[in-house]
């Protein structure tokens, strides 16, 4: 039988994500789903907790394997893939660049129309605390905005913009080469430690620079190196071992 929420064991949804079945959120979505069985039950309630060593625990039917090892990898999306699974809209997914084992996913997200670096893995509770707010990730990205920002405007991207009700918080912005003309545009390097919809578009955006190009280029310790769009490669041990230990 499947425990309640106050007996041992553990609870399912982080089971799922620590195995690799899907992230914390999207295990959560299955069980409510009626789609997680444990001893052939089918469990509907959040925070059911099981025991890995004893419980038969299924996703769709089928058995989770409790000794998988993880897959970490570092793609470079390009420009025109959404960072889902699937999309129900039919357009190109990171997956069909990847074409990987069925329970790989993107850690966080990078926006259809922008570019770069994006991690993925089978180990939830690694992209659950590199996702997390408190943990403060740094997330470098290089933008291009038309314009030339004074120092008003790179002030206010420093310090945060109010987007969406509340203020952005501070980030490190430092503007590059200017490429005067009919339409000048400038590059700016931007590091973020939260990650909200859209977020340096609004805030370019918001100070009068409009986007034209948004590239990320590292996560944490992990950056692109060498990669072409649509190439990825999986993480060294030695990466892996930083990635784990920067949160």
Known sequence: MAKSDNSS??????LLSAVGVASRRASEQMILEGRVTVNGETIRTLGTKADPSKDAIKVDGRRIKLDVKHRYIVLY???GYVTTRSDPEGRQ??????????YIYPVGRLDYDSEGLLLMMTDGDLAARLTHPRHEVDKV??????GMPDPKAMEKLRKGVFMDGRRTSPADVRAGTTVKGHKPTTLLTITLREGRNRQIRKMCRAVGLPVRDLRRVQMGPIGLGRLKPGQWRDLTPAEITRLKTSV
């Not at 064991?9 to 982080?14: A, N, T």
């Not at 990205?141 to 038309?146: K, Q, S």
């Open 9 to 14: 064991g553990v609870r399912l949804q982080k």
């Open 77 to 79: 999306k390009p420009k």
């Open 93 to 102: 997914t990171v997956m069909d660049l990847i074409g990987e084992g069925a």
């Open 141 to 146: 990205y290089e933008v291009i905005v038309l």
